[in-house]
């Protein structure tokens, strides 16, 4: 199993739903020390607009989110679905448990 923390679009049921074929069950925590920031990203009909997270390593600054346990097949599925645009990192929550989580490539 493996825990992933969410801040953006992943938390969404109909998301899930998509990726998954399950709506998940996740808990509260947060993520200290970065800040949500845009990315534009070029798709079919335009620019549009996706939240990515920033480390700033300042205490005052926090992502509040939620965290999922996801099978393996799972993790693969989330960066199938965030695509080439992010990447997977791990972190440090503060509930003091790591998860897996999406920044921007560059």
């Known amino acids: 199993m493996a825990k992933l923390f969410a ?61 999922y346990e996801i099978t393996d097949d799972e993790l693969l599925q989330a960066d199938t679905y965030e695509g080439v645009h992010y990447k997977r990192m791990e972190v440090l929550l503060e509930s003091n448990q790591i998860a897996w989580t999406f920044t921007a490539t560059n």
Request: proline content about 2%.
């Open 7 to 67: 801040y953006g679009s992943l938390q969404e049921t109909d998301v899930q739903q998509t990726i998954f074929g399950r709506t998940l069950k996740g808990d509260a925590d947060s993520l200290i020390g970065y800040t949500v920031t845009k990315i534009e990203i070029e798709e079919e009909f335009g620019m549009a607009s996706y939240p990515i997270i920033t480390s700033t390593e300042k205490l005052q600054d926090i992502i509040v989110g939620l965290l």
